[in-house]
């Protein structure tokens, strides 16, 4: 047919329609005649033209009654010279009967036939159909969505959502529209960072007087469209600024405890100083003039550079590092550093505790120099018994008075018998009793002295004084903290640090020497240091006690919020967030209970969360909890992100699970698994169960159309936890996440 039809074209040269680009058919009287090889095939007709080529009937274009009425106007009422190019959209049908739409370009053609250019646009018509329904689409969600947003052009509104309208207290967008901005009662107090990648070419900090007279903090972010509009976004932040003002203040108070710490504390980020208190700035006075900035290891000398960074590397993984001690140079201090992983703006740090010891480490060598001299008395001691058979009573006397010759200026030393009789003494010992002159001038008023002493002291120890004697001379050593009465010039009791020993005498009484110095500066360091952990302790947990009341208030305003809410979705979103809010209220409330502010008992807590949540829920179906949980500890950056997860599953189950049914069931398990082949760590596995209808079908953890799950999607990045959920007569959720075993050792 196609070689007949060739041949009813005269005057034009073989092949010319195959060389267009396009699909080509000549039409003559409502037939198709010819058609190029593009045409053939866009239709699929393999054997040529179809047996049928009608132009209306032949069922390869689909022609609607309006289409017909179309073309007799504009082209067959026409005459042929006064015909322009016509276009047509019509569906067509290719051989294997497949529906496609096209383009029909009419124009005039040789020997009185029709010229039909044929164009699929199918590709065309769907993604116009697809910008359409997204189009459709974004305006649904511009409606839904939690930011309010304003469309600006020319400094007047062009058009705004529904969050905008109840943010500012209006009904219609018709009482707002075509308004100046300026009506709308803001005030910008101050710029903001744009978010990167996001569009935003201007972001501010803004406050606006609604309609109903309420004062907003606004986060406002515009963004610029094609047509030179801006749309304005805008996050009601209010009360997060209260927040943040509330935290603010809460940080202040700590940065003061942290500045009157009696210990140095550093912050290390990467190995360099990020912060240091006044205490650590004035140990490393000598050291370096500023510390901010400058790499921690450099401060010290070639020879412990290595071991700071070992230890910084050690707590930067969260691993226990022992403390140790070292000497600064320049100023000669001795200090102990501990270390322990923190968080410094938002990034993992290095708190390093710096602990001045120089009095300690003086008091040990003091300690070391008595030892030494009880070493010596004693081998004296044996020396004198060596050569007592020929010189007893002389070298007796030698001995004692040796002895409190070569004992140091620190120490308080003397020898008694039995009831306090002072035998000698060294000039420490005089001076302490109130008395002068030499050891040999006044040994019975020593003696009365002492005896008052040991007497009047005995109610303020907890031990019997004259025993402790008794049994260094019956042999027994004997070393005890000794407390005495006030000092009489600075009015504090004083503290001791005695050593008895027996001296073994050949013949005459039985005698021991007495050697102390005096800790009662210790006594009172070791008592400001005590009083300083107690009240941080304190302060710590009244700032978690804050922390739970906000929280509290913040869930009783959403309370009285559902009252003025209408909207069931509203109300029901407003109990989600009360929700969420009553577990981290539940956090801080355990916290600021326990001695322990760092961590807290993982199995009641989630106990609390999971009961409060069932028992808030106005449901007909009676659910009973069931719990397996292993006593488990929980530090505040896991403990948070789980319970705001099991919040959400427990939420869900109860929204969904057991719906029409009388009664149902929720089992909450926590365990810690050991991990194979990793001895230092251990999993966290949270489960939760229930009995109900299960997870509808094709259910998908991106899903992103639900708060639920974008924050149990969130959280579960925080913890760097692993989900997953099971439909098999009932559900279960379970998340799991590793951690270090010795998170709370030391």
Partial sequence: MSRDNARGVEGWPDGWMDRLPSAIVLVRDGRAIRANRHAIFLFGWKGGLPENPDWFEGGWLQWREEDRTYLDVRWECVPVVDRRVLRLELQAMRSAGEPFHVELRLSPGPDATDLVQISDISESRYRQQALQDREAHYRRLNDIAQEAIVQVKDDVVLDVNSRFLAMIGVDHREEVIGDPVTQLGLKRIGNLEPIDGSGVFDRGDWMMQNRNGEVLNLDIGKGRLEDGSEVWMMYDISDRKRIEYDLIQERERFRL?????PNGILILVDDLVRYANPVAASLFKGVSPALEGVRFESMFPDEHRK?????????RQGRNVEEWELELPGNGKRITLKWRLTIFDGQPAVQVNLSDVTDRHSLMQERIRAEVAEEANQQLTQQIEQRIAAEAALHSATARMRSIVESGEDFIIWTETADHVV???????????????SGGENLPELSRLLAGQVDQSQEWNGFDLGDRFTRALNGTPQRFEWAMGPDREEGERRWLQLFLNPIEMVEGTPEISAIAYDITERKRIDRAIRGALKEKEILLQEVHHRVKNNLQIINSILNLQKKFVQDKNAIVGLEEIQNRVSTMSIIHETLYQNT????????????RIAGNIIQGYQSETRVELITDLDDVQAPLDQAIPCGLILNEWVSNAMKYAFEGRESGTISVGLKAVEVEGKPDEEEIQIEVKDDGVGLPEGFDWSGRDSLGLYLVQALSEQLDAELLAESDGGTRFLVSFRRPKSLFDG
């Fill in 423 to 437: 035998t000698s003494a060294n000039r420490n010992f005089m001076t302490w009793l109130g008395e002068s002159g």
């Fill in 596 to 607: 322990d502010v760092s961590n807290i008992g993982f199995p009641s807590y989630l106990t």
């Fill in 307 to 315: 071991r700071i960074l070992h230890s910084s590397t050690e707590a």
């Fill in 257 to 261: 405890l942290v500045q009157s710490s």
